[in-house]
């Protein structure tokens, strides 16, 4: 079966060189209409990057008993979310899906299980970013469930398996939020640059420096990491991406940090490029 799907990734994917990785903090939904410094970062990313043939995203809003690919022609644009401004709930993203790369996705992952979805679409964790990096819609897109019943290690092992996709010009991303307490956000805070409560700092500091020194383990275990690491991640569904991110670093690789900043005294933006 992995012959197989190897030939296939062979056959409906050119060569390239080793596209890189992205986890991108996506923060408010908000960020697809408005213009600020995260928005201008993901550009310049998004600028950096060579031309991507797919994407396969990884998205913090979309949570599966199991893991499930998007595999239609055309994913439908997802406003999963409530109380914001109509201008946003009228944006479309009309990226194409790519059943085939839905289906060479199924078959390279040999952990578990992987059904195709014609139901979901793209989710405001992926398309709001997304359209930053791509604006005209046109590189085709899907989405990857998050299984929740599913721990930390679970979830890099996967990221690892998708690594050929790579090397056939599939651009993946991670989109979530590393630090993400929405219960505690200082909400009069907001427009205050980089206000972070002393815990939400300190998990970014230690969060950053495992990342940067490649020390994925720490990462992984986040649940024995302290107080700060318990406050920061309540629930794992924003972090989760992030493990998928780091499973696909090659030994040696380089990787950065951009958009490196808190919000709201319980969120941070944080988003890492790999190669």
């Known amino acids: 079966m992995q012959v197989q799907s190897l030939r296939r990734i062979a056959q409906s994917f050119t060569n390239t060189a080793t596209m890189p990785v992205l986890f991108l903090g996506h923060g408010s939904p908000m960020n697809a209409i408005e213009e600020n410094e995260f928005v201008a970062g993901f550009r310049k990313t998004g600028q950096s990057l060579p031309r991507p043939q797919a994407i396969l995203c990884i998205s913090a809003h979309w949570e599966t008993r199991g893991t499930f690919v998007t595999a239609m022609e055309q994913p439908r ?8 401004p109509q201008a946003l709930f009228a944006v479309q993203y009309p990226a194409p899906g790519s059943p085939e790369l839905a289906r060479i996705t199924q078959e390279i992952i040999t952990q ?3 059904g195709l979805d014609e139901q979901w679409g793209l989710d405001h ?30 979830h890099y092992e996967l990221g690892r398996q998708l690594a050929a996709l790579r090397n056939k010009g599939v651009l993946i991303v991670g989109s979530g939020n590393m630090v993400h307490n929405l219960r505690m956000v200082a909400w009069n805070k907001l427009d205050t640059p980089g206000f972070g409560y002393d815990w939400a700092l300190e998990a970014r500091e230690k969060m950053n420096a495992a990342i940067l020194r490649g020390d994925h383990q720490t990462l992984v275990n ?16 924003h972090y989760l991406p992030l493990l998928y991110t780091l499973g696909l670093q090659q030994k040696g690789e380089a990787i950065s940090l951009f958009n490196d900043q808190a919000l709201g005294g319980s969120l941070t933006m944080t988003s890492v490029k790999i190669g």
Do not use: C
């Open 112 to 114: 578990t299980p992987v």
């Open 222 to 237: 986040f649940q024995q990491q302290g107080r700060a690491f318990d406050l920061a991640i309540p629930s794992p569904e």
């Open 125 to 154: 964790g992926a398309w709001s970013v997304i359209k930053h990096l791509y604006p005209d819609a046109d590189v085709p897109v899907i989405q990857m469930s998050i299984d929740y019943t599913q721990g930390p290690a679970y």
């Open 77 to 84: 644009t997802i406003h999963d979310f409530g109380g914001f």
